[in-house]
Nanobody, 127 residues
Framework: QVPLVESGGGLVQAGGSLRLSCAASEETFNTYAMGWFRQAPGKEREIVAA????????YYSDSVKARFTISRDNAKITVYLQMNSLKPEDTAVYYCAAARPNSGSVYYLLPDDYNYWGQGTRVTVSS
């Protein structure tokens, strides 16, 4: 069983919005910090946003700050990424990831910190 399943990607014009969803398969994920990463062609995977297991702490990369919002609904075991004011440079495959509690951090920024990954959802922003 795939532990994380993303949805919501697609093609959108610059300035538009999309909401990505990441549904987890088990309630255990409600105790995990979650993150959204993206990978554009020819580039390394980079952190976009991260959220603590309670939802009370969040992180955004400078490139998406004030445009993207990460949130989670633990009742639905789902994490969201609301993306507004999209730019062509946001074009990438977006991945959600889950990190088991470790080192006392409330969220994690590096791919190696995460234990579970979704299959990715493609976002294309046209100019």
């Amino acid at each position: 069983q795939v532990p994380l399943v993303e949805s919501g990607g697609g093609l959108v014009q610059a300035g538009g919005s999309l909401r990505l969803s990441c549904a987890a398969s088990e309630e255990t994920f409600n105790t995990y910090a979650m993150g959204w990463f993206r990978q554009a062609p020819g580039k390394e995977r980079e952190i976009v946003a991260a959220i603590s297991w309670t939802g009370g702490n969040t992180y955004y990369s400078d490139s998406v700050k004030a445009r993207f919002t990460i949130s989670r609904d633990n009742a639905k075991i789902t994490v969201y990424l609301q993306m507004n004011s999209l730019k062509p440079e946001d074009t990438a495959v977006y991945y959600c990831a889950a990190a088991r509690p470790n080192s006392g951090s409330v969220y994690y920024l590096l791919p190696d910190d995460y234990n579970y990954w979704g299959q990715g959802t493609r976002v294309t922003v046209s100019s």
